[in-house]
């Protein structure tokens, strides 16, 4: 997989510089190329807890996190865009968008094919993100990321309205496609947006539905079983130089043949530009996830980034994060009661 990944990087590098010439990346007045790919070196040390006889636990890794290439197409009223990635959490090369929208005019639009879901406040691609770690921490499964399916947009002045259906909100064994099947349940979205500059508001709620298939549980998932509700709701406030954030996140599903389990998700940013080139941003975020049989796993985590853009296609960010644990909490590597993080990381995009 780490092959995969330096192969895409080269790819958009390679991309990159044949068009740096270029005041943009567009390819024919039709066609545009787009990517990024970012790479850092990350250091956490987790201590015991009580319940652990294990020594304090640290690595250190560097590596490239994630390397993403696509085509956009634009053939109004039709577009459409294409896009393959690799990753630290992917198995192989990966499919990532691959839709086509058309425009109905009225301000209404049909999207179908493999695309993003709304559920979520923090950026999926790397660029477009604040922090080198996810607020969810323990709980970044609870935000799914792509699936397939048909989606219809509406917007108007300054509200946008939609509704997607789709094979799977949830995939949890490939959070970058859906689960390719109906016949073993679907799910619905439902967004309301809202964006008048410095205001921006977005909620999002979900339902998946998850059944058997002649007595079988569907093998591609094993944690989620039977009806799942998802409620997201997030507002972002910028105020000359500084952004405010709040995301709240609540979910019900259970264990396959087991308890019924509730999770709860919250995160409050703050964002400071210093000038042009140099931001700083800080975080609080908070889940819990509990279950009918009173297993509970909970957490805190507080962050703090500085980030410098280098020139327009070149920036490179610092994080340092606590996270601290309830007792017993297992994380990937042990059972600890908390974590200290920091790492530095480049990103070049396009």
């Avoid at 410095?198 to 998850?210: D, E, F, V």
């Amino acid at each position: 997989m780490k092959k995969n990944i330096i192969k895409i990087a080269g790819l958009v590098l390679a991309s990159a510089l044949a068009l740096s010439a270029r005041a943009d990346v567009a390819i024919h007045q039709n066609v545009s190329l787009y990517g990024y790919v970012a790479g850092s070196i990350q250091t956490l040390k987790g201590s015991e807890s009580n319940y652990n006889s294990t020594p304090d636990t640290s690595k250190t890794n560097t590596d490239i996190d994630a390397a993403k290439l696509g085509l956009a197409f634009n053939f109004a009223p039709l577009t459409a865009k294409v896009s393959i990635y690799a990753g630290h959490r992917a198995d192989d090369v990966n499919i990532l968008e691959a839709n086509a929208s058309y425009d109905l005019g009225e301000g209404i639009s049909i999207t179908g094919g493999r695309f993003q879901s709304w559920i979520g406040y923090e950026a999926f691609d790397i660029p477009n993100g604040n922090f080198i770690s996810n607020g969810a921490d323990i709980l970044s499964h609870i935000i799914p990321n792509f699936h397939e399916g048909l989606r219809v947009d509406y917007t108007v002045d300054k509200m946008s309205f939609g509704v997607a259906v789709v094979n799977s909100v949830y995939n949890l064994q490939n959070e970058y496609r859906g689960d390719g099947s109906l016949s073993d349940g679907y799910g619905v979205e439902g967004h309301f947006g809202y964006n008048d500059g410095p205001l921006s508001l977005g909620a999002t709620l979900a339902y998946q539905n998850t059944r058997e298939i002649n007595g079988i549980a569907p093998s591609y998932d094993i944690t989620l079983f039977d009806d799942t509700y998802i409620a997201d709701v997030w507002a972002q406030y910028v105020i000359k130089q500084t952004t405010i954030a709040a995301e709240l996140f609540y979910l019900q599903t259970r264990f396959n043949g087991g308890p019924s389990i509730r999770t709860y998700y919250g995160l409050v940013m703050v964002k400071q530009q210093i000038n042009e080139k140099l931001s700083v941003a800080g975080r609080f975020s908070a889940g819990q996830e509990k279950s009918s049989g009173k297993d509970k796993s909970n957490f805190w985590k507080i962050s703090a980034q500085p980030a410098y853009t280098i020139t327009k296609n070149l920036s490179v960010g610092a994080e340092i994060s606590y996270t601290k644990y309830n007792s017993g909490t297992q994380i990937d590597y042990g059972t600890n009661k908390d974590k200290i993080f920091a790492g530095v990381q480049a990103i070049f995009a396009f």
